[in-house]
């Protein structure tokens, strides 16, 4: 993304002409972008060689996901819907994690038939329903367990997971448990333990305590785990202030770590592939004077981009034509759905901004467009994607046809 000549231009093409030809609000991705997060991921953690698993909850559109498929990532997937759409896209099976703590038998038994890497498990109900079906099917089922280190990842606490409150995984004790249950299973092979303790971490010291406490913990039971999942999590620069996770950083804590422990890691990043990738431009339908701000009311809503309304997650708004004439009003950017909380930013100092203007909201390639729905029947916007500048449409945008 840069400005020329004051239009902002995506990938060369200037965001003006994509919104004459796809109208708005339209999300738009950066090949470009996503294959530099890609290179750059596996630059930062090569001492590694882990196997990285796209988390495919960020994003599932099937194009994104054949194209990072291509630069060889597996899949983190967390339901079948996400598991079916992953193997479509031509993701091999043994590149591909299944978690969730709510896997039903027909998941389960879905799984199973497609051979994939590992069922990353979360309870010991869900266990033994692995064991009952394996049995089923005359087959040994390879295996992880996540474990809930009760680790603060110092995020938002919504999108927190690895805390003892939190539903995720299983704690220490009934995790040791768990082990020397599967151990002296016929039909499960225990191969992993994984854990993720949430998303959109910045600072290394959470991930530092995670690893310590699989040190310690791996050391209890007394077994050699092949693969060691560490989830995903990795923040990314929303407020455009410099502040990331510190990559090389992490990695060579994992590397200390992998030494004493002899194993494979697995990692399952969304966010850090796939956010700033995309943007979401809109246009703005009415300003309106409020109580001591204008409201810049835009045709896209919280259907499109729920983050900010369900987290009071920050995105960036830039304008698409640039002006140097910046207003002394407070400007609160919603979109038009029937609720208060459908509003993207409040910003001061903005240019001078007029109906029909045209803005973009920046790093929404994450969980941006798989959070989207259809609430105030509001058909979902078009995706497109720019490659080698080519514009690809990747989806197609809802009609009210499809809806009514
Ligand atoms: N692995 C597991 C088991 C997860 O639960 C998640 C995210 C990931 C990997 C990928 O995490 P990432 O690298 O993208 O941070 N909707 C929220 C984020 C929810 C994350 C849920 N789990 C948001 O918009 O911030």
Do not use: W
Not at 80 to 109: C, D, P, W
Not at 143 to 152: A, C, E
Not at 287 to 296: P, R, S, V, Y
Request: hydrophobic share 35%; with cysteine; aromatic share 8%.
């Amino acid at each position: 993304m840069k400005y020329s000549s004051k239009e902002l231009k995506i990938d060369g093409y200037k965001a003006k002409i994509l919104v004459q030809k796809y109208s708005t609000p339209l999300y738009c991705y950066s090949f470009k972008k996503i294959k530099a997060n890609i290179d750059n991921f596996k630059k930062n953690f090569k001492e590694l060689n882990p196997l990285i698993c796209f988390s495919v909850k960020s994003n599932s559109n099937k194009i994104l996901l054949k194209e990072i498929g291509k630069m060889g990532l597996g899949a983190d997937v967390v339901s079948i819907g996400e598991l079916v759409r992953a193997l479509k896209s031509g993701i091999r099976s043994n590149k591909i994690v299944f978690s969730g703590v709510g896997k039903t038998a027909n998941e389960i038994h879905y799984a199973i038939k497609k051979k994939i890497l590992l069922i990353n498990t979360e309870s010991k109900s869900e266990i033994l329903e692995i064991e009952k079906i394996a049995k089923y099917q005359k087959k040994t089922v390879d295996i992880g367990i996540r474990l809930n280190p009760n680790i603060d990842a110092e995020t938002l606490n919504q999108i927190s997971t690895g805390k003892k409150e939190n539903k995720f995984g299983v704690l220490e004790k009934s995790f040791i448990n768990l082990v020397n249950y599967c151990k002296k299973s016929k039909y499960l092979n225990l191969k992993c333990l994984s854990v993720h303790i949430g998303s959109q971490i910045l600072n290394i010291k959470p991930y530092q305590k995670m690893l310590s406490v699989l040190e310690k913990i791996i050391k209890k039971t007394k077994y050699h785990f092949e693969y060691i999942d560490l989830g995903g999590g990795m923040g990314i620069d929303y407020k455009n202030n410099n502040k990331e996770l510190d990559l090389i950083k992490y990695s060579s804590l994992i590397k200390n770590f992998q030494i004493k422990n002899n194993s494979k890691i697995i990692f399952e990043p969304g966010r850090s592939i796939i956010g700033n990738s995309g943007f979401l431009i809109s246009k703005i339908v009415y300003i309106k004077e409020g109580h001591k701000k204008d409201f810049i009311i835009l045709d896209a809503a919280m259907n499109d981009l729920m983050r900010p309304a369900l987290y009071k997650a920050t995105h960036r708004i830039i304008p698409v034509h640039k002006k140097n004439n910046k207003t002394k009003k407070i400007y609160e950017f919603v979109g038009p759905i029937c609720e208060s909380t459908d509003k993207f930013l409040t910003i001061k100092n903005f240019q001078k901004l007029y109906e029909k203007d045209l803005i973009a909201i920046c790093d929404v390639g994450a969980y941006g467009m798989s959070l989207s729905s259809n609430y105030n029947l509001r058909p979902k916007a078009m995706e497109i994607l720019i490659k080698n500048s080519e514009i690809k449409i990747i989806s197609k945008r809802q009609t009210l046809n499809d809806l009514i």
